[in-house]
T-cell receptor, first 113, second 113 residues
Framework: GAGVSQSPRYKVAKRGQDVALRCDPI?????LFWYQQALGQGPEFLTY????????KSGLPSDRFFAERPEGSVSTLKIQRTQQEDSAVYLC???????????FGQGTRLTVV | SQQGEEDPQALSIQEGENATMNCSYK?????LQWYRQNSGRGLVHLIL?????REKHSGRLRVTLDTSKKSSSLLITASRAADTASYFC?????????????FGAGTRLTVKP
């Protein structure tokens, strides 16, 4: 595709529900990032993939958060037993090699009620 | 955790004036990037400066990097109302073998017509 695509754009979940957020990076991009952005704040790093390998998951806030990229392209961020504090915009970005510009998707706005 | 810190947190100027935003970071870096984010949208890459560069220009943008002070500045000249957005710096740490970009909290720029 022309850019990074994220789905859904908006998600409302009841507290305790599991959610799955999808990211389609730019074709051929090796690096893929997930960020969490609260209102009025900067993006907080969650995790980073190089192809299918999850090289850094130090930003995942709890073991309820899990990310995968099994074939080195599409990635899914899963949040189990959602809590109100999980409400945020989740951003995905990809880049074609280390140390180059990253391209961001529009984000998924998650609201936990 | 976030690597960079931008200041000021908010900046309001008149159209035609110059806007200067600063970023400080904590660890040695490979490169530093500036991104822009319009409300409710994804981030857009503006410019990348490598650790061995001191200044870079792109159109009305000028970025400087002082690795001894661990700081960078973004100057937007002859600002326009359309420049109204949040601006973030992002770094990838030299000590990390991974390309995990970390963002600051951003500067919210308002350009009044």
């Amino acid at each position: 595709g022309a850019g990074v695509s994220q789905s859904p754009r908006y998600k409302v979940a009841k507290r305790g529900q599991d959610v799955a957020l999808r990211c389609d990076p730019i074709s051929g991009h090796v690096s893929l990032f997930w960020y969490q952005q609260a209102l009025g704040q900067g993006p907080e790093f969650l995790t980073y993939f190089q192809n299918e390998a999850q090289l850094d998951k130090s930003g995942l806030p709890s073991d309820r958060f899990f990310a995968e990229r099994p074939e080195g392209s599409v990635s899914t961020l899963k949040i189990q037993r959602t809590q109100q504090e999980d409400s945020a915009v989740y951003l995905c970005a990809s880049s074609n090699r280390q140390g180059t510009e990253a391209f961001f998707g529009q984000g998924t706005r998650l609201t936990v009620v | 955790s976030q690597q960079g810190e931008e200041d000021p947190q908010a900046l309001s100027i008149q159209e035609g004036e110059n806007a200067t935003m600063n970023c400080s970071y904590k660890t040695s870096i490979n490169n530093l990037q500036w991104y822009r984010q319009n409300s409710g949208r994804g981030l857009v890459h503006l410019i990348l400066i490598r650790s061995n560069e001191r200044e870079k220009h792109s159109g009305r943008l000028r970025v400087t990097l002082d690795t001894s002070k661990k700081s960078s500045s973004l100057l937007i000249t002859a600002s326009r109302a359309a420049d109204t957005a949040s601006y973030f710096c992002a770094t990838d740490a030299r000590l990390s073998n991974n390309n995990d970009m970390r963002f600051g909290a951003g500067t919210r720029l308002t350009v009044k017509p």
